[in-house]
C-alpha cells in the first residue's frame, strides 16, 4: 500500500505534465496546418490564443512571425507589418532577428514602402548576416531598386548576387530608354494644341484637344467678326483659356505616363530575367 500511493502520485504528475505539454502545442499545430490548408483567419485565431495563454514563451517572436504571414497572405498589410515588427523584437537570436526582417522587408516593398524596406535591409547588412541570408538580402535589395528605376544601383548590387551577361544587356536597355521631355511637350502645346500629345505617341488625345482648342477659337473669332464683343469675351475668359491652358496641362500628364511606362516595361524585363535565373537550378 505504501508503494501504491508515491507510484500513483508520480503518474498523476507525468500525466498533468504530459497534458499541459499537449495543451500548449494544441494551438501552435493546429495553425500550423490551417495555414498550410489555406485558412488564415482561423490560423491567426489559434495562434493568439497560444500568445493568450502562454505571453512568455520562448517561440513568441515566431509565432507572431506566422502570424504577420497569415496576414501578408491575406493582403492585410498593415497587420502583416504590425505582426512582423513584433516578430523582429522577440527574436532569439541575431539569425533569426534577420530572417524576420527580410520578411518585412518583402512587405514593405509589396507597399511600396521601399524608403522602410531599405532601412530593415541595411539593418541586415550591418549584422552580417550568413551567406544565404546576405544573398536573400541583395536580391530583395535589388528588387527595390529596380521597383525605383534605381538602374544602377541596382545593376552593382546584382553583380554581387549574380554574373549574368544578360542582366547587363537589360539594364543597358533600360538606362538607355527612351524618355520624353516634358518642357518640350509643354511648348508644342502652346504653340498648336495637341501637338504636346502627338510628340509623346498620343495621337487621339491629340487630336481631341486640337478639334476643341480650334472650335472654340473659332467661335470666339466668329463673335468678334460679328461685333458680339462681349460673346468673345466670355468665350475666351471661361472657355477657350480653359481648355488651353488644360491642353498644355494634359501634355505634361502625358510625357509622365509615357517615361512611367517605358520604365515599368523595363523593370519588368529585368525582373523576369531574375526570375528565370532562380528557377534554373
Known sequence: MNNVIPFFLLSTVLIFCSFTASAEELPLSLGRHLAEGGNYDAAITEYKRFLFFHPDDPRVGEVHYNIGLAYRAEGLWTEAIAALRTATHY???????????????VTLIATKNYDLAELELIKVMLRNPPIPLHRRMLFLQAVLYIYQFRWEEARRVLREYTADEQLEIFFDAAVNAPQKSANVASVLSKILPGLGQVYV?????????????????????????????????????????????????????????????????????????????????
Open 91 to 105: 527574436a532569439m537570436d541575431q539569425e533569426t532577428k534577420s530572417e524576420y526582417q527580410l520578411a518585412l522587408a
Open 201 to 281: 505617341g498620343d495621337w487621339r488625345d491629340g487630336l481631341n484637344a486640337l478639334l476643341l482648342n480650334g472650335a472654340f477659337g473659332f467661335l470666339t473669332v466668329d463673335a468678334i467678326l460679328d461685333e458680339h464683343y462681349t460673346d468673345a469675351v466670355l468665350w475666351v475668359s471661361l472657355v477657350l483659356l480653359r481648355y488651353y491652358r488644360g491642353n498644355t496641362f494634359r501634355a505634361k500628364m502625358a510625357v509622365e505616363q509615357f517615361n512611367l511606362q517605358k520604365s515599368r516595361q523595363a523593370a519588368e524585363a529585368i525582373l523576369q530575367r531574375l526570375q528565370a535565373i532562380i528557377d534554373t537550378p
